[in-house]
Nanobody
């Protein structure tokens, strides 16, 4: 079992920045590939970014490339999502997830999920 807790969400103006954190407890954090997903109001859950166990490989949805950076610190059992140049369309609940298989864009490949943190970007 892995327990995931997101933090760092909030209200920010367009063009601003936020850093989300995902703290993991339970089994060895470094054994899991990790990902960020988001769900905007009235929309389906969307893949945002993923990172491999070793941090050597990352994936991003095209809409956040160049603005968001996913990272992890296995010594702190924590994953991060640095979000810069935020836009109103980034408004969503952001979820972190852990996969015992591999980093992936597919939500079905993730085994554990956090409760989410709200990010609101005002125009």
């Amino acid at each position: 079992q892995v327990q995931l807790v997101e933090s760092g969400g909030g209200l920010v103006q367009s063009g601003g920045s936020l850093r989300l954190s995902c703290a993991a407890s339970g089994r060895t954090f470094s054994s899991y590939a990790m990902g960020w997903f988001r769900r905007a109001p009235g929309k389906e859950r969307e893949f945002v970014a993923a990172i491999s166990r070793s941090t050597l490989t990352t994936l991003y949805v095209d809409s956040v490339k160049g603005r968001f950076t996913i990272s992890r610190d296995n010594s702190k059992n924590t994953m991060y999502l640095q979000m810069n140049s935020l836009k109103p369309e980034d408004t969503a609940v952001y979820y972190c997830a852990a996969s015992a298989r591999s980093y992936s864009r597919n939500a079905g490949d993730y085994d554990y999920w956090g409760q989410g943190t709200q990010v609101t970007v005002s125009s």
